[in-house]
């Protein structure tokens, strides 16, 4: 063999092998789902090492490998790479790992949001190139695993990949056994097969808590359901206002981006004879899943993953939903972001639901969301009454990722119910297409639009007898709000009614709509504390106090409870 062949055949095998490890050692250009080829982490991957020392063994006991062997690893090493990108992306994007079991139910619709965000050219264009690319890619490492099995049944080159393999394996193992026997730039990454294992277990551990008894709803009344009497007949409209976390308040640039919008809302506050006030409270959740936090409210215990929920809907508990109908009041479901059947709404029994369909919504979509927040709220106030108090259970969507396009906001509420809702201003908005680079700026948008409607539908209902409750149902995704934040939400009451905004200054909030920034406790905990906020002063609630692992969570330093979350 010429040093020319040798040299040739050496630097085929490093780069063999240098592509097996950066395809298990991915990382990502955070928060963005591109991944980072052009300044690779040194990391080394376990798995890469323990596979060189099977096929070196099998070359080395029977002499040759099967002609398939490539291309079966090549699969191999394909799903453990989308393994990894999964792992790596997630926690960039949500702010949590990914979590197979319930996630994967929702890729369909997730995906459906993203090409009506992206426009149907290029949601084409980035499917066709995934499919390139998944093709490119496995041709790749088939071609770098035959170039490794080649090596296999080469004397010389197998020896030298058996040493380096059972080296660099055996260093693995002593830095797991809790010794450091090599120096700092020896750096191993979390291998991928612990994620696979993470992912088996979660679905084990779901199918085997599926089999337990259904759940039962955190109790709000010791003795008796609540009598709301303090809200005097008040129609009581409870907000939850997508993605609207404590990073609103707690991160100075958006805090001033917000500050004019705030402000209206105070200053309709005071405008119509209202009061506010305020309290922040650790969420169940963080980025995604708000149907998470609608249920730990309204049944008063909080449902932090997918299982805990699915056995609650199994059974038959109280929630607020049903305090609210035995104490005469009409219970009103508005999801504008609902288009498919939702078998919750027998567990919780509103008198109405209204969805995207019975909205009727017919003015310009704004994205996949289609429904603006603005109209849904003109929407309910013509909606023929029952001749009682109202409870109206409004779950936002227009500050949904990936916000745009953000409605703009129609001063004229008149006109939203006509043919015509809005002007060229619609036009502009929904032709902004999202920076996927930069959402913070949409965000604040977003959130901003929220704050200008619920400062005009005070304004709109000034004569009307209106309580009203505005919460987030979790903070931003990781991409809009950083690494390490905390699982935290603002909680606002609005309201004429001095025996409940007492009764809540009482219970840790303050007055105002800039609440304190440590959590007084948790979205399940709001249950019991708007009951006996609400009724009269000789209810008695069950109280719930935050725990110490939803502290850790609200401080940021949860990051491995957050794996059960679900997209």
Known sequence: MTARVAWARWTGLVAALCLLNIA????????????????????????????????????????????????????????????????????????RPVNLYWDLRHVANVAHMLAEAAGPALALGLLLALLVASGIAFLALRLAWRRVSAAATHATERRVLAGLASVLAVAWLAGLAGHAPAPGWLRFSVPVTATVADQFALVTRTVADARQAPLAGGSAAENAPPSFAALA????????????????????ALAARLAGA????????????????????????????????HLSLLSGRDVTDPGTYARIMQGSGSTLVGDFTRAGYETLAL????????????????????????????????????????????????E???????????TTISSHAPFRPTPYYQPDWTRLLGPTPFGAEAERAIALAPDWTNLAPAYGDSIAYALQWLAGYLERQAGADLTVVVLGDHQPPAAVSGTGREWTVPAHVITRRGAVLDALLGAGFVAGLEPQSAPIGTTGGLRALLARAFSDSGFVVAEQGLDASRVDVARGTGEAAVGEQAL
């Open 384 to 394: 023929p009454r029952a001749g009682r108090p109202r409870f109206v259970f409004f």
């Open 24 to 95: 298990l050692t991915l990382h990502n250009v955070w928060p963005t789902p591109a991944v980072r080829l052009a300044q690779p982490v040194p990391e080394l991957s376990i798995e890469l090492m323990l596979a060189l020392l099977a096929v070196l063994a099998w070359a080395a006991r029977r002499g040759a490998l099967p002609a398939q062997l490539p291309a079966v690893l090549a699969v191999a090493w394909l799903l453990l790479a989308l393994a990894r990108y999964l792992e790596i992306t997630a926690p960039a994007l949500y702010g």
């Open 233 to 252: 007949g008040d129609d009581v409209l409870l907000v939850f206002l997508e993605s609207y976390g404590s990073i609103t308040l707690d991160e100075p």
């Open 335 to 382: 999801m504008p972001g609902l288009r498919q059947a939702w078998p919750e709404g027998a567990f919780y029994r509103f008198d109405r639901i209204l969805g995207a369909d019975a909205l009727d919504y017919r003015g310009p979509e704004f994205g996949w969301w289609r429904i603006p927040d603005q109209f849904v709220l003109a929407r309910l106030d013509a």
């Open 262 to 293: 705030r402000a209206g809302v105070a200053q309709a506050v005071a405008a119509t004879g209202r009061r506010s006030v305020s309290a922040t409270v650790v969420a169940p959740t963080f980025g995604g899943s708000s149907w998470l936090s």
